[in-house]
């Protein structure tokens, strides 16, 4: 995982980085698996002080998330947890597409909603039709 990080406004500061680094660490290993990159932004206008975090992973998704608060360190907590939902999001997604996906090859290859059972009554899943659907093509 590659962190860089852009101060605009503001001198650098080490507290700033190691911190926020932990915290997005965190959370971005409980979700993804593949390398990511993290871009994060700290600048200060007046007295608000934002946070922004733009997030590549490797299977091809980017994430952005700001925050502004009076508080740096509260700006980097609320943007994180803005991330986590984002990424919890974005797991969801892929997990119900890949459910979604399966059903609808079933209902396809079944030729509806009834899906095809073994003598004994168990399911046949959706891959083991398609099997059976090669060999009998190659042997036709």
Do not use: W
Not at 101 to 129: H, N
């Amino acid at each position: 995982m590659q962190f860089q990080f852009s101060f605009k406004h503001m001198d650098t500061s080490d507290a700033l980085t190691s911190y926020a680094e932990t915290k997005i660490h965190e959370k971005i290993m409980k979700f993804v698996t593949k390398p990511i990159e993290a871009h994060i932004t700290f600048s200060v206008d007046r007295h608000n002080h934002m946070a922004h975090c733009s997030v590549l992973g490797g299977d091809g998704f980017k994430l952005q998330v700001e925050h502004t608060c009076e508080d740096m360190y509260g700006s980097v907590d609320r943007m994180v947890d803005k991330l986590e939902v984002q990424l919890k999001k974005h797991k969801e997604k892929l997990k119900n597409h890949k459910v979604k996906d399966k059903q609808e090859r079933l209902q396809v290859l079944t030729g509806g909603g009834a899906a095809y059972e073994t003598p004994a009554g168990d399911p046949i899943d959706a891959e083991e039709i398609v099997r059976a659907e090669r060999t009998r093509s190659r042997k036709g």
